[in-house]
């Protein structure tokens, strides 16, 4: 009675059933699992180290971290309770937070397998060297050197890989914390060709006409007013100039918005290709770039190119 006792003031916390409910689908380390539940590390160290030592969850060490997993479920003292966890996580499967935690678990898988340095063919043959990032850099050496503005930056990640190739980037941002973990990481990496600048996407501080890309990745969505964002985005390009944006399509995890401080919840095609064209783009175009099925989040690429001042003034007339 006394090992039963203890067993259910532990289940007692809503924290811990989320724990074993993920863990459930997927072996996660502490740094995914802080991820997915949106909580301290030293929180979620904790409530692992309880549940490790109740039986429940059990370690694995793989390639120098240490994955989580359910202690085997299906046999021994525990299998009934396993049984009633199961049917109970199955009854919480609709409900808004049980969504939230598999969208946020989704996410995590789709970054772990990004990390991947090394690929499969569908026909399960593997390839060194085969990534995403290489690619992207080797698209890179395909371009003239240009003037780009990254608005809303964030980290700085993207800003690097456009300073590889790019003449200067304007890394643009609204936090300064953010902004100085990239500066340090610039610094890290020795590219000397990016300017930093603090301020809102909706009010960027450049010149008109004095880059040849604006690019916004993952931040339009933040954005208070979207179409503003966009119009700044074409200001400060230069005629001929393009516009590259990749953002969320609409999606339904109203948890971004505290999470994340996302102010939108995505757009759709006609949405975005609209504010496009208000903006004073031209050859607009418009393409999924990521989805992964079964998850709730799917990307869109979309750029378009900036007319001469008398080609977007007669355009503004006909529209309105």
């Given at each position: 009675?006394?090992e039963?006792a ?5 289940l007692?916390?809503d924290?811990?059933?989320?724990l ?33 030592d109740?039986g429940?969850v059990a ?28 049917a ?13 935690d598999d ?11 990004e990390r ?7 026909a399960?043959q ?12 080797a698209?890179?050496h ?16 993207l800003?690097l ?13 609204r936090s ?5 973990r ?15 600048k603090?301020g809102?996407?909706?009010r ?18 933040h ?11 074409v200001?400060?390009?230069r005629?001929?100039?393009r ?10 995890q ?12 995505g757009?759709?095609d006609?949405a975005?290709?609209?504010m496009?064209?208000?903006?004073g ?6 393409q ?7 998850g ?15 080609a ?9």
């Amino acid at each position: 009675m006394t090992e039963a006792a203890s067993l259910y003031r532990l289940l007692g916390e809503d924290v811990r059933l989320r724990l074993l409910r993920v863990l459930a689908r997927e072996r996660l380390n502490v740094t995914e699992l802080t991820a997915v539940l949106g909580l301290a590390q030293s929180g979620v160290s904790r409530h692992l180290g309880l549940l490790k030592d109740a039986g429940l969850v059990a370690e694995e060490p793989t390639g120098g971290f240490t994955y989580y997993r359910l202690a085997d479920a299906g046999r021994g003292r525990l299998a009934g309770l396993w049984a009633h966890l199961q049917a109970q996580f199955d009854e919480a499967a609709p409900s808004a937070a049980t969504r939230a935690d598999d969208a946020r678990l989704q996410e995590v898988l789709r970054q772990r397998r990004e990390r991947v340095e090394t690929h499969a063919t569908e026909a399960g043959q593997l390839v060194p060297g085969r990534s995403w990032a290489a690619w992207a850099r080797a698209l890179g050496h395909l371009l003239p050197p240009l003037d780009l503005a990254d608005l809303g930056c964030g980290d700085g990640h993207l800003t690097l890989e456009a300073a590889a190739w790019a003449r200067r980037v304007y890394a643009v941002d609204r936090s300064a914390a953010v902004l100085q973990r990239a500066r340090a990481l610039a610094r890290k990496q020795g590219a000397a060709n990016i300017v930093w600048k603090r301020g809102e996407i909706e009010r960027v501080p450049l010149p008109d006409a004095s880059v040849d890309v604006a690019l916004l990745s993952q931040a339009l969505h933040h954005a208070a007013d979207p179409a503003a964002a966009l119009a700044e985005a074409v200001r400060i390009l230069r005629p001929g100039g393009r516009a590259l944006l990749l953002d969320l399509r609409p999606h339904d995890q109203a948890w971004v918005k505290d999470r994340l401080g996302d102010h939108w919840l995505g757009f759709s095609d006609q949405a975005l290709g609209s504010m496009l064209r208000r903006a004073g783009l031209r050859d607009i175009r418009l393409q999924l770039g990521a989805r992964k099925a079964g998850g709730p989040f799917a990307v869109t690429i979309a750029s378009g190119v900036k007319g001469r001042a008398r080609a977007a003034a007669r355009r503004r007339r006909r529209e309105g």
